[in-house]
């Protein structure tokens, strides 16, 4: 299997994903289940695009046993993520059929760091695998009957630095092409405030140095993060 690095996708223009604060501790979460365990896990969001190009998701997957394959394998052929066949693949295709037109549906998932992908790049992790390029356009082409709309989202999750990488992909059908939003926002609701996560360059981070913020990133891991692109 081989990677489409999403960071040399062509950015759509003043594009944002806005994701209120419960919704940002879910992915805080499913980072943290990857980081304990090598293993990939996943949620849906379910939003709406507020202005041209800008997606507020504001609601997301209450069942979470969804099926996580080859969680410790060191093969990263073992890994992957799908809603399975129970609870949270029922409420999924409840929502799909219930929603309204407009609706915007994201599945995220993460990817565990310190595993071998056999060729010495240890940074694949943080890319979107070819199959998930195409689970992305089998998501677009079912949710299309329902007049419903699709992004991907990937966590990076870093387990040896806690650097972990967050990004978002969009299939336009009309150019056939894949495009990279351009920002991650968390909108917190008490404050009425809107939050864009840091980034290193272009690349955009959930978490930094294990939520150590006032400690800065080494130059070392900095240009590895600006090489990503």
């Known amino acids: 299997m081989s990677n489409k690095n999403q960071y040399n996708f062509s950015k759509l223009p003043h594009s944002k994903i806005i994701i209120t604060d419960d919704l940002y ?3 805080l979460f499913l980072m943290g289940r990857s980081a304990w365990v090598a293993s990939e896990h996943m949620c849906i969001f379910y939003g709406k695009e507020i202005e041209s190009n800008v997606i507020l998701f504001d609601e997301m997957n209450q069942y979470e046993d969804y099926d996580s394959r080859g969680e410790g394998s060191k093969n990263p052929y073992d890994y992957s993520v799908g809603p399975g066949d129970g609870k949270f693949a029922e409420e999924l295709e409840t929502r799909i059929k219930s929603s309204s037109k407009g609706t915007i549906i994201a599945d995220i998932h993460t990817h565990p760091s310190n595993v071998c992908f056999g060729n010495g790049d240890e940074e694949e992790y943080r890319y979107f695998s070819t199959g998930d390029i195409k689970t992305n356009l089998r998501w677009n082409d079912y949710l299309e009957k329902y007049g419903l709309e699709h992004v991907a ?3 990076g999750v870093d387990r040896i630095n806690g650097n972990m990488t967050i990004s978002f992909i969009w299939y336009s059908k009309k150019d056939s092409k894949v495009y990279l939003f351009d920002d991650v926002v ?3 609701k ?4 809107y939050e864009s996560l840091p980034k290193v360059g272009d690349i955009q ?3 930094k140095n294990w939520g150590l913020e006032d400690v800065p990133l080494s130059q070392q891991v900095e240009e590895q993060l600006k090489s990503l692109k």
């Open 25 to 27: 501790q879910r992915l």
């Open 186 to 188: 968390v909108y917190h």
């Open 190 to 193: 008490e404050l009425e405030k």
């Open 205 to 207: 981070l959930l978490y």
């Open 153 to 155: 989202g990937l966590i």
